[in-house]
């Protein structure tokens, strides 16, 4: 169902900058109190300036990285019964949290549009440029969507989405790729909640969430023989280097990714294989390292079908139907807010 790009009209675009977007005057606060904290950390939203979507968009296409693609298996064989029963009869609107290249949504949009005659897509995310570069290709291929896109973190979006939800409409939103992992259990639980409160009773949430598995195939899917996954983890010291007047030596720093089986999450560092000292000029302060000193850049957390039933109950939804690609490895939830 894919056709040429064309010419866009403006009137099915609307982009709207929040706080978070771009570069942004918390990425030195949060710098500050990550790097000064024992240990050290930077939050991982900050991996997603230009360089940084595009190279996660890579990860996506690589073997050890699974989840995209099963994802997508999912998609395939069952968007039409994933939008029927979200549906559930009325006319949807879509919503996306973290919609990078909003590839996998295709198959979502195909589904809802061989529903309903035209359809309102909200997608939202950190990053600018990915957010501007898919909403043009999506009114490229889809005569009938109009974009309503949001620029910033979730936080600054939930306020905003309720704007577009029109009576007699439902909204289904779009949590996918594992993108509930990078909040730890109470985060997701919070998030989840607040999300909840900026939805009416009988919307949908599809929420992607990546299962507990052996820790070898986990820890390949996030130290990649290429490695794009180091690039993309060390794309965050250049960032600082460009926006916050930093000396990170790249070369000096490696990419390290363990799985926690306790914790059930995948850990990402950055590790400084020598004593040095990074002046920050623009926070007008330096952080000494120790031989071997992390840094911690993210944590995805993996989920047991168990843990995804009680998450969806505790933060007001119930969990309507779960879909898993045929390795098992992956699952896509249907919660339904209550
Ligand atoms: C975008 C948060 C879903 O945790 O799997 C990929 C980010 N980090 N490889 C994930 C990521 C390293 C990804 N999410």
Known sequence: MQHAPREVSSDRLTVRRLAGAGADASFAEDARRGLTSDPKSIPPKYFYDALGSQLFEAI???????????EGEIFERSAAEIVEEAASGSRLVLVELGSGSASKTRRVIDAVL???????????????????????????VYERLTVAAYAGDYDSALPHLSENFAAGTRALVLFLGSNIGNFDRG???????????????????LLGADLKKDAAVLEAAYDDALGITA???LNVLARANRELGADFDLRSF???????????????????????????????????FRAGERIHTENSY???????????????????RTWLDEAGRFSSNLLVAV
């Not at 996506?60 to 099963?70: D, H, K, N, V």
């Not at 993996?302 to 309507?320: D, H, I, R, T, V």
């Open 231 to 233: 690039a993309f983890n």
């Open 254 to 288: 490696r990419h390290v990714a363990v799985y926690d089986d306790v914790e059930g999450r995948v850990e990402m560092h950055l590790e400084s294989t020598r004593e040095q000292t990074v002046n920050l000029s623009a926070l007008g302060t330096s952080i000494g």
């Open 302 to 320: 993996k989920y047991s079908p168990a843990e995804l039933s009680a998450l969806a109950g505790a933060a007001g939804f119930a969990l309507k």
């Open 187 to 205: 985060g997701a639980r919070d998030f989840m909640r607040r999300l909840r409160d900026a939805l009416r009773e009988g919307d949908a949430l």
């Open 60 to 70: 996506c296409l690589l073997p050890e990285y699974y989840l995209t693609r099963a």
């Open 114 to 140: 061989a529903r309903q005659a035209g359809l309102t897509y909200v997608p939202v995310d950190i990053s600018p440029s990915a957010l501007e570069a898919s909403a043009h290709a999506l009114l490229g």
